[in-house]
């Protein structure tokens, strides 16, 4: 706001009011993100945790909506796909499956794997960070190769990085 004087003054806002939704995991959340919008909702919550699992809340109904295990050990990443907008600002899917309800994770065995929320009972390996760095070593001895951080391009491309020192 600017005040008489020339100043300007800035109203501080109380924070919002946290909420808790049910089933929520069992470790640590690593991942949060909002999937885009449908006809069908437009307050589902994505959220992925050290639990390996995948979960969706709606926000509004403070419900959950479904858990799927990724089968990648812990997940440390995750992005949603976008639809796709036509010059005239309509949505539009592509004939490949790629939608709004498609989530994708990056898991600590180094996967990424997708995830349509519309057909939950399948998961897709689509990719995999691979252990050939030298001296990339945890103290276990084990490679690290994990994802660390995924983001959608479009239907096509997926870029992710990890331990492994690695853009993908």
């Known amino acids: 706001?600017?005040?008489?004087?020339?100043?300007?003054?800035i109203m501080a806002q109380p924070?919002?009011?946290?909420?808790?939704?049910?089933?929520?995991?069992?470790?640590?959340?690593?991942?949060?993100?909002y999937l885009?919008?449908?006809?069908?909702?437009?307050?589902?919550?994505?959220?992925?945790?050290?639990?390996?699992?995948?979960?969706?809340h709606d926000t509004i109904a403070k419900s959950h909506?479904?858990?799927?295990?990724?089968?990648?050990?812990?997940?440390?990443?995750?992005?949603?796909?976008?639809s796709s907008t036509n010059g005239d600002g309509s949505s539009s899917s592509s004939s490949s499956g790629t939608a709004a309800g498609v989530v994708y994770t990056g898991g600590i065995d180094g996967?990424?794997?997708?995830?349509?929320?519309?057909?939950?009972?399948?998961t897709s390996l689509i990719g995999k960070h691979s252990p050939d760095v030298d001296k990339n070593e945890l103290l276990s001895?084990?490679?690290?190769?994990a994802v660390s951080?995924?983001?959608?391009?479009n239907e096509n491309t997926i870029c992710s990085s990890?331990?492994?020192?690695?853009?993908?």
């Not at 996967?111 to 929320?117: A, L």
């Not at 001895?141 to 190769?145: A, D, L, P, T, Y």
């Open 149 to 153: 951080c995924l983001s959608y391009l």
């Open 36 to 56: 885009p919008q449908t006809s069908s909702s437009s307050s589902l919550l994505a959220s992925t945790s050290w639990d390996g699992s995948l979960r969706i």
């Open 65 to 82: 909506v479904l858990t799927q295990a990724m089968d990648s050990g812990p997940l440390l990443s995750m992005t949603a796909a976008h």
């Open 162 to 168: 990890g331990w492994d020192k690695k853009f993908y």
């Open 141 to 145: 001895g084990k490679k690290k190769v």
């Open 111 to 122: 996967s990424i794997r997708k995830f349509d929320i519309n057909s939950p009972s399948t």
């Open 1 to 9: 706001i600017l005040n008489s004087d020339s100043t300007i003054s």
């Open 15 to 33: 924070p919002p009011e946290p909420i808790s939704l049910p089933s929520p995991p069992n470790d640590g959340i690593t991942a949060l993100q």
